[in-house]
């Protein structure tokens, strides 16, 4: 809405603004190396704010399903029933896994819809498809990082905290390694540097090499949560 009311006004006032600030202005809004004069651009630096919001529901919601028995102390009333740990675990992901699918469908289908009404153009969404893909494996990562975190936690009410906090170093890290290309080197630390909206939006396609290392990472995540739940000491 806010693109075709600049759009209306001119566009080339959209460009000026941004070109005037500090580059570490335009780092830190998410401004750098976008045309916000075309529908692209603008849907691009917003993209890091969906990202935001779609990481920090994930990590959360991972590290409830895990805690919550022991936050509401209902372990036992769950545990005397005749099922597996495993069962348990498996249910638990399944259904977090259901909310986020729900999310980035509902995520995908609003930004096909609303682009294409405000920016009156339906070229995008091939684009945001891949967007959307990239918004699905963030929110799977943390996920999985909410529902790991919890077994290294001696205090599970302190995992949801922890989770954030990990979201948040990544989420700023990638921040500071691009305003400072010295620390490039850091970039596979943090997520959010493997999908990065304008890479992607440039080559229309996902990274190979960050699609393989996120995988690698979610298997490791998805062995930590199995393996720890299912021999978990868990507090009545």
Partial sequence: AKYATYKAAGGQSITELPAQLPNSIQ??????????SQPSGFYGVLFIYLALMATVHAVLL???????????????????????????ITEKLSSGLCNLLLLNIVTTVSSIYFVSYFGKTNYLNGEILLLMTALFILQILFFFTGTAIPSFSIIPKSSASIATA????????????????????????????????KTIMANVALDPRYVAISLVILGILIVTTYTTYRS?????
């Fill in 232 to 236: 978990r000491d868990f507090s009545i």
């Fill in 27 to 36: 780092v830190i809004f998410g401004l750098s190396g976008f045309d916000l």
């Fill in 166 to 197: 990990v979201l948040l170093f990544t989420f700023i890290l990638s921040f500071v390694i691009n305003i400072n290309q010295k620390l490039d080197s850091l970039k596979y630390l943090t997520p959010f540097r493997y999908f990065d909206a």
């Fill in 62 to 88: 991972g590290t409830d399903i895990i805690v919550k028995e022991e936050r509401d102390r209902t372990t036992e009333f769950l545990f005397i029933k005749p099922v597996s740990r495993t069962r348990v």
